[in-house]
């Protein structure tokens, strides 16, 4: 039940409950990796960002397909990084292709 619970609410993104799910699963001997899913932790706009980031596309690229500047696209790839806790492109690439 905990384990459907973590993979729920993880899901939804509601993370603090999605902590609390993780922490009494590991509290019954449970392993739980704490980085599973964190692009959960993305608001839509940031998911669509990274996806196409991870899909190679440049920041030009980007800003272009969703109308907005490329200073935007910078700037929420900034804050992307350590929600999922990557440092580069090609470790987005992977982190979402893992999610």
Do not use: C, F
């Amino acid at each position: 039940m905990l384990r459907a619970a973590l993979e729920t609410l993880t899901g939804l993104g509601v993370t603090p409950w999605a902590e609390r799910a993780r922490r009494e699963l590991a509290a019954t001997g449970e392993t739980v990796r704490a980085g599973e899913d964190r692009t959960g932790q993305l608001t839509a706009q940031e998911l669509q960002i990274a996806q196409l980031a991870a899909a190679g596309l440049s920041n030009q690229e980007i800003a272009r397909q969703l109308y907005i500047s490329p200073r935007t696209v910078t700037t929420h790839l900034y804050r992307i990084y350590p929600k999922i806790g990557v440092r580069s492109r090609s470790a987005l690439a992977d982190a979402l292709r893992d999610a």
